[in-house]
């Protein structure tokens, strides 16, 4: 237990549920994406160019009231790197080894500065429920100071130049997480999800581009920045967000009464106590079933919080860093079961 309590105490902040309207939106992220001017991109740049963008925002960053720390990802073993893609903290593509890839991770793991990833700079500013304008007005002033020493590339037609073009302008990508389990028990989440994307948003899964929605988990992001201000961006998204937390809000009314509905919840509550071994993506879904069930009421002896932080801590990199070794599929599935059990009990 000593090496699962020190795991939990390792968990980021935004993981702590605590946020406005945490029981459908887990968290809010700002991201920018700059470039410094008169150095070629990442992907195609030598190890000297990195080495020096590396050094260069690294002295931007030197101050004592961000109290950021400075990683060199191609110091952290492979685990240590997959535990920072499992947090949200860096991009899968960021986690892959490779020389001058770096990242400055604050104490909370609120702020995370990628360096030397698609872009020279990704700075991202994560908060704990509906907190879009509070992740902004954190990443902004970080953005100004580092702008006031060092030479972004930029262009007065196109705003900030980046190695997308779908991140040209204001170079920002604002999302939310949301978790919207009535939505999908009903069959509506996908006409919603679809109208979404109508508007100009994109809908990703629980790890971003690429990846697939487990757990009834989706990421909801602006896909143009070009034309757009910084403010016209995340409060069209926080006006379309509000309307998702709406129409889940009447799906899980219209639950209240369905028997089927509560019977899935509680066989889903049993299997998560008494399961002898459950893969992740299994123990994702229960693990959404379940805190729908505490959010409706149906289950009253779990805190909602805990069901937060197990949906980081069952991940393969978190199971195998609390037993200090790498474990294959089969041990990381009965460890798995044995750190939900633990969890359910406190």
């Known amino acids: 237990m000593g090496e699962e309590n020190k795991a939990y105490s390792s968990l980021s902040h935004w993981i702590s549920g605590d946020g406005p309207d945490s029981e459908i939106v887990m968290s809010s992220r700002i991201r920018l994406a700059r470039n410094l001017k008169d150095f070629v991109y990442p992907n195609i740049a030598d190890t000297e160019s990195r080495k020096k963008v590396s050094e260069a925002v690294k002295d931007a ?12 990802m191609s110091d952290l073993p492979e685990l240590e790197r997959e535990l920072l893609v499992e947090k949200h903290l860096v991009s899968p593509i960021h986690a892959e080894n490779g020389t001058g890839k770096d990242v400055f991770i604050d104490d909370k793991e ?15 500013v994560l908060k704990p429920g509906m907190q879009l304008n509070k992740a902004w007005e954190i990443a902004s002033e970080i953005d100004d100071r580092l702008e006031q020493k060092l030479d972004f590339a930029f262009s007065e037609r196109w705003g900030y130049l980046t190695a997308c073009p779908t991140n040209v302008g204001t ?37 971003g581009e690429g990846s697939e929605s ?63 071994q459950i893969s992740s993506e299994e123990a994702m879904n229960l693990i959404s079933h379940v805190r729908l069930g505490i959010d409706m009421g149906i289950i009253n002896d779990v805190d909602p919080r805990v069901l937060g ?5 069952i991940r393969p990199a978190h199971i195998q860093k609390i037993h200090g070794r790498e474990l294959d599929i089969v041990e990381r599935d009965i460890k798995r079961a044995e750190l939900i059990q633990n969890r359910l009990s406190i």
């Open 61 to 72: 960053l030197t101050s004592e009231d961000l109290c950021l720390h400075y990683i060199q």
């Open 110 to 124: 609120s702020i995370s500065i990628m360096v030397n990833e698609e872009d020279h700079i990704r700075l991202q």
């Open 171 to 207: 170079g920002l990508r604002a999302s939310v997480m949301v978790h919207l389990p009535a939505l999908n028990f009903t069959n509506n989440a996908a006409k919603l999800l679809s109208a979404v994307s109508r508007l100009g948003l994109a809908i990703r899964g629980l790890y």
């Open 214 to 276: 487990i757990g009834n988990i989706y990421q909801i992001s602006n896909q143009v920045t070009l034309g757009h201000t910084e403010m016209d961006i995340i409060e069209n998204l926080n006006s379309v967000t509000s309307e998702i937390i709406n129409q889940e809000k009447k799906a899980r009314e219209g639950l209240m009464n369905d028997i089927k509905v509560k019977d899935r919840i509680r066989r889903s509550y049993g299997v998560l106590r008494y399961a002898y």
């Open 309 to 313: 932080e197990l949906m980081i801590l």
